[in-house]
T-cell receptor, first 114, second 112 residues
Framework: EPEVTQTPSHQVTQMGQEVILRCVPI?????FYWYRQILGQKVEFLVS????????KSEIFDDQFSVERPDGSNFTLKIRSTKLEDSAMYFC????????????FGSGTRLTVV | KQEVTQIPAALSVPEGENLVLNCSFT??????LQWFRQDPGKGLTSLLL?????REQTSGRLNASLDKSSGRSTLYIAASQPGDSATYLC???????????FGKGTRLSVIA
């Protein structure tokens, strides 16, 4: 069964450093998403991406965050200057026809900011 | 604003028992509802997706129902096994193409 692949599985970074989280969505999917889950809390939406542009973003997704689909297969989330509160599990998801048909999530990247 | 609540927060049952997990949402204007499984420190595995026009979906030992008007869904697990131990998340897709809204999950332990 096709999978959404995320790398790395775990990243530790120092506060203030830039991190890039990588995702390879399912190949024929057109809609891409990032969600995150702070330990012990709900999964929360960050951003959705379609047709090479952001279609929606949450209040969390401020100027420190950016997304990119650099080569038609990868989908990346960049955090420019990490803060302690950015420590969370970050999930990439993709969908073929849009969220109303359901999402496929990746296995996540655990980001630890120290 | 859509809110999703899952009760109970944790549940421990002996192997073989049938069980029900509950999910409620505050706004009935939804496109669909999805149940996920999350193993500790792992990703989200989609279990069942119910469109707003549907009443239930079944996959193996799992059955999910949806009562949109009352803002409720249940996930029924038959003949539970230790391998079913995980956190089960409910998420709704509100109408208007806004993002998935998740509940906090029910942590299930099935004891052998």
């Amino acid at each position: 069964e096709p999978e959404v692949t995320q790398t790395p599985s775990h990243q530790v970074t120092q506060m203030g450093q830039e991190v890039i989280l990588r995702c390879v969505p399912i190949s024929n999917h057109l809609y891409f998403y990032w969600y995150r889950q702070i330990l012990g809390q709900k999964v929360e939406f960050l951003v959705s991406f379609y047709n090479n542009e952001i279609s929606e973003k949450s209040e969390i997704f401020d100027d420190q965050f950016s997304v990119e689909r650099p080569d038609g297969s990868n989908f990346t989330l960049k955090i420019r200057s990490t803060k302690l509160e950015d420590s969370a599990m970050y999930f990439c998801a993709s969908s073929h026809k849009g969220a109303w048909y359901g999402y496929t999530f990746g296995s996540g990247t655990r980001l630890t900011v120290v | 604003k859509q809110e999703v609540t899952q009760i109970p927060a944790a549940l421990s049952v002996p192997e073989g028992e049938n069980l029900v997990l509950n999910c409620s949402f505050t706004d009935s204007a939804i496109y669909n509802l999805q149940w996920f499984r999350q193993d500790p420190g792992k990703g989200l595995t989609s279990l069942l997706l119910i469109q707003s026009s549907q009443r239930e979906q079944t996959s193996g030992r799992l059955n999910a129902s949806l009562d949109k008007s009352s803002g409720r869904s249940t996930l029924y697990i038959a003949a539970s096994q230790p391998g079913d131990s995980a956190t089960y998340l409910c998420a709704v897709l509100p109408s208007g193409n806004t993002p998935l809204v998740f509940g906090k999950g029910t942590r299930l332990s099935v004891i052998a």
